[in-house]
């Protein structure tokens, strides 16, 4: 198994106001799947796929991806296995304002040892004719497609994806969920998502309910909708 997600727990807090967030999870994901973590606000996804992304440390349980656990990795380790396996794609683009379309994506392309073409990274994502704007210049799509560069260029093992369409409307969010999807499938990373959005887990080959900190359901589609074909 590829991703092994074992026992974890999450509090914030302390005392009376001691909030227990994750109550103990256990998953597992395969290489180059799809997995989608649905659930209402509050329960608990967004700090589960920080822990995954070695953000935030969890109380007990353990995270192996490929073999190597987080918990046993000093600061120094855990900033260079972020650098090797993952990708993070976010609801707030976080480009760097004053370099270019081309040049937010290098940057991701710096961090890696086996970077993808970035050349043929923007023909796949469509900006290669916006190469030299900079962000201000773009719209919220194409500055989701420009963050989805940056975090793909490294070619990470792991693509981690929080409400990635968030912010963006209908007709934009589909767009960047049928790019996340050629990604997913031209690249073979595996994808783990969180969103709200229960259209989106239609498209995933693993999909994991979660409410009150806990799993509540996960199953897998036999059948996955394509993004383009997703109504909601």
Known sequence: MFLEIRGIRKSFGEGDSLVEVLK???????????CVLLGPSGSGKSTLLNIIGGIDRADEGSITIAGEKTEDMDEKRLTAYRRKHL????????????????????????????????DELMETLGLTAHGKKLPNQLSGGQQQRCAIGRAIVKNPDILLCDEPTGALDYNTSK??????????????NT???????????????????????????????LEKIKAQDLEW
Do not use: W
């Not at 993070?88 to 970077?115: C, D, K, W």
């Not at 767009?175 to 073979?188: A, D, P, S, W």
């Not at 229960?198 to 806990?214: P, S, T, W, Y």
């Open 24 to 34: 103990g999870i256990d998953l597992s994901v395969e290489k180059g799947e799809f």
């Open 87 to 118: 990708g993070y794609i976010f609801q707030m683009y976080n480009l760097i304002p004053n370099l270019t379309v081309r040049e937010n994506i290098e940057v991701g392309a710096y961090l890696s040892e086996h970077p993808l073409d970035v």
């Open 191 to 221: 994808v783990v998502m969180v969103t709200h959005n229960d259209a989106i887990r239609n498209m995933a080959d693993v999909v994991v309910k979660l409410r009150d900190g806990q799993i509540r359901k996960t199953y897998r589609n």
């Open 175 to 188: 767009e960047i969920l049928k790019l996340i999807e050629t990604v997913n499938q031209k690249y073979g």
